[in-house]
Structures are given as C-alpha cells and as structure tokens.
C-alpha cells in the first residue's frame, strides 16, 4: 500500500508539473507522455492484481488527456472484460481498434470473442493478426487460432497452426498438449508421445495430459504407468469429462 501511494503522489506532482505554469512546448509534451505512460503502468498492476475498480481511475485520466489513447482503451476492455461487462468490453475494443490497428489489441480482442463463444469472428480477427511478422508474440496468436480452430471443428487446421506455434516458440505447453492430442487421434503414436514428454518436461499435469498419458502408455504397453496415471485422474479430477472418458474406456 505504500508503494502505491508513493506512486499515486508522484503522479500527481508530476501531471501539475506538465500544467501549471509556463512550459516549453517540448517539456509539457514530454511531461505528458511521462504522466500518460506512468498512469497506464498503474492501471496493468492494478489490473493484474485483480482491482478492477482502481484501474479505471489512473485510465480516465490518460483518457482525460486523450480520449482515443488506444492503449488506454484497450487495458479499459481488459477491466471490462474482467467484470463480466462484455457491452462495454467490446466497445472500447473496438474503439482502440478504430484508432489503432495493432496486433497486441487484435491478439486480446480475439481471445475476448473466443471467450463469448463467437468462433467465427475469434478466427478471423487472430488470422488478422497472425500476418504481422514483426509481433513478438506471433506464437501466442498461432496458438490461439488452432484453439479456435478445435472449436470449428477444424482439426486439420488447428494440428497446422499449432505446427506453426512450436517453430516460433518450442516451449509451449498449450500446443505440445494439443498436438500430442491430434497426433494419437490420428493415430500417429510415436508423435504423440513425443509431444506428450515434450509437454512434461516443462509443466504439471492436467486433465487432459493425464488421459492423454494412460491412453500412450496402453498403446505402449506400460501397464504401470497407465495405472498410475489413471490413479492421479481420479485422485485429482474426478469431476472432469477426461475421468469419465478414462472410466468408459476402462
């Protein structure tokens, strides 16, 4: 709380810096800036603590500044979004997107539609994205589309964008999961424990990783570790859709 407030003081010095008095036009447009970026840093943590109420005041006052700030508008959509306010969650997305064409928003906006369930529109926004080249998270969007994809029903594409995620960025455990998946479901076996081990060497177990390991070491036939694994299913989710489809295939 006293980092906070620190912080809060500072802002305040340095914004009555950028408007009081006389200034050079290079200064205040500087001061500006400071106080803008300054003010968006407080809202991300605010936000990423979860305090979606006291991140809406350090963005009304970038707002304040300038009302089309994209940035701003879109960590404002992020709040929203957070809330369960998907009206205006939506708006401002589009709003920032109006004003600025960038892949980061796209990126966030898409993973907004995939949320409510409108695949059509989820896909079409990450394809957008996808084409920039330079997005340093390029990976994350290709992950994102064959996720959309899994949800068209479109298995072929999704194994092709989750291909594409791996070449980008090897270590991630959304797309090795799913391709280990894909693989043994198309009865690639050998892929899909590679992809399968690839996934836990660098995470923790979850439903699907444990359904997906006993259905590889019965195909393998290790009995031991399909029994342990199943042991680990029930113990952990036996509520889960992966414990009822180990008990069916049981």
Do not use: W
Not at 24 to 46: C, F, H, K, S
Not at 102 to 115: A, H, K, P, Q, V
């Amino acid at each position: 709380m006293l980092r906070t407030g620190i912080l809060i003081t500072f802002l305040s010095l340095l914004v009555g810096c950028v408007t009081s008095g006389p200034a050079q036009p290079m200064r205040t447009a500087e001061g500006r800036e400071q106080a803008r970026q300054a003010y968006i840093d407080l809202a991300v943590g605010y936000l990423r603590e979860g305090m979606t109420g006291q991140a809406k005041v350090p963005l009304q006052n970038v707002l304040k500044i300038n009302p089309n700030d994209s940035e701003a508008l879109e960590i404002l959509a992020l709040v929203f979004q957070q809330e369960m306010e998907p009206e205006l969650a939506e708006k401002n997305f589009k709003k920032a997107l109006s004003n600025k064409r960038d892949t980061r928003i796209l990126n966030n906006y898409g993973s907004f539609l995939f949320e409510q369930e409108r695949y059509d529109e989820a896909y079409n926004v990450f394809s957008e994205a996808a084409k920039d080249t330079m997005y340093l998270s390029r990976s994350r969007v290709f992950e994102n589309l064959g996720m959309t994809a899994l949800r068209l029903d479109r298995a072929e594409d999704a194994y092709h964008y989750f291909q594409r995620a791996l070449r980008l960025d090897a270590q991630q455990p959304i797309s090795l999961l799913e391709l280990g998946t894909l693989s043994y479901e198309r009865k690639d076996y050998i892929a899909a424990r590679r992809y399968y081990e690839s996934f836990v060497s660098i995470s923790e177990h979850n439903a699907a990783s444990l359904l997906l390991g006993v259905r590889l070491a019965k195909i393998f036939e290790d009995r031991d570790q399909a029994a342990s694994l199943g042991l680990q299913l029930k113990r952990l989710y036996p509520a889960s859709a992966e414990y009822q489809a180990y008990r069916t295939e049981q």
